[in-house]
């Protein structure tokens, strides 16, 4: 049985101008894309077979990687269950010039390994923690995991978030667009690659933070994700974004994935996400947001769900960036 540490993958990327969003620094959409390669490669190897991304975790940019230096990706598989594998991953943002490291993220995935009829199939292999430290991993790993289920059963029984649609928005602030599925779109028989539609759904909501801006954004975090269903080639897939909340120099998105059969009508349900964005003035720093008051009982309704998620954001950032200065002081 292999360890932890044994299936671990390493991504290597070079930044290029082609990869950036606001200018100088890697598009948020694109890292989503590159962790979600990252994850799916390390999975795949130890499900021996397709494996398909079932949720995410939220998901804080610590640090911005800069055009120029080199993001490394490191993801390891940390638990194993009858047919799902969670993922962690890891990046840093490298400067050649100087050699230093920066950390910024940590995401943890959860993949399940389908077969070609795209139904759940037993992992064959197991993984053994070879020390304390992995033992550690693990354990967490289970913690998070019935966490998850916790937040499925909430949802179901609540449908917080679900049932919200961004049609329901000021039309001044909301957003979509429409795309078609290719076959380059995908990386296992005809299902979408889930980074790629990341990152269309980063893109839809930072389009919209710049209209409402009139400024560069910058992603700081994307909120925990669950998927519905797969997306298949030659289906159209929409975004629907609409503003939540606005705060001093952030602002909360809400992002409705549908995907449509063209030639029979059927629309479902994909993914919903809550994503972050931060003002950035010329200098690439925090800018104020235009001042936003909600009007109507939705949008105020809107917005003070988003404070509640807004406050376990700050939280959740402040735990983990002690987490990343106890692991470099150690």
Not at 248 to 269: D, F, N
């Amino acid at each position: 049985m292999p360890s932890i540490a044994e299936t671990a993958v390493e991504m290597i990327e070079w930044v290029f101008p082609e990869h950036a969003g606001a200018p100088g620094q890697i598009h948020g959409g694109r890292m989503m894309e590159w962790i979600t390669k990252a994850g799916t490669m390390a999975a795949a190897r130890v499900a021996r077979g397709t494996v398909l991304l079932g949720a995410t975790d939220d998901i804080d940019f610590l640090h911005s990687v800069r055009v120029g230096e080199i993001a490394i990706l490191r993801a390891q598989v940390e638990y194993v269950g009858t047919s799902s594998l969670e993922v962690g991953v890891r990046v840093w943002a490298e400067n050649v010039a100087t050699g230093e490291r920066a950390v910024t993220l940590n995401s943890h995935l959860v993949f399940v390994k389908v077969g070609d009829d795209l139904r759940p199939r037993p992992v064959p292999a197991r993984i053994e923690p070879r020390d304390a430290a992995e033992a550690a991993l693990a354990e967490a790993a289970r913690a998070r995991r019935a966490q998850r289920l916790a937040r499925l059963a909430d949802k179901a029984a609540r449908r917080e978030g679900e049932a919200d649609d961004p049609a329901d928005v000021d039309p001044a602030w909301r957003f979509g667009s429409t795309r078609s599925v290719l076959p380059e779109d995908a990386l296992f028989g005809t299902t979408m690659f889930v980074g790629k539609m990341l990152m269309a759904l980063d893109e839809a909501g930072g389009i919209l933070s710049m209209r409402y801006c009139r400024g560069f954004v910058m992603t700081a975090c994307v909120d925990a994700m669950d998927f519905y269903s797969p997306i298949f080639t030659h289906e159209v897939v929409t975004f629907k974004a609409g503003l939540n909340h606005v705060g001093t120099s952030s602002l909360e998105v809400g992002v409705k994935v549908l995907a449509e059969v063209p030639w029979t009508g059927e629309v479902r349900h994909a993914c919903s996400a809550f994503l972050t964005f931060v003002h950035l003035g010329t200098d690439l720093r925090p800018r104020p947001c235009p001042p936003f008051t909600p009007t109507t009982a939705d949008a105020r309704r809107r917005w003070e769900a988003a404070l509640g998620r807004r406050a376990r954001r700050l939280e959740r950032v402040k735990r983990l960036k002690a987490t990343v200065a106890d692991a470099a002081v150690k």
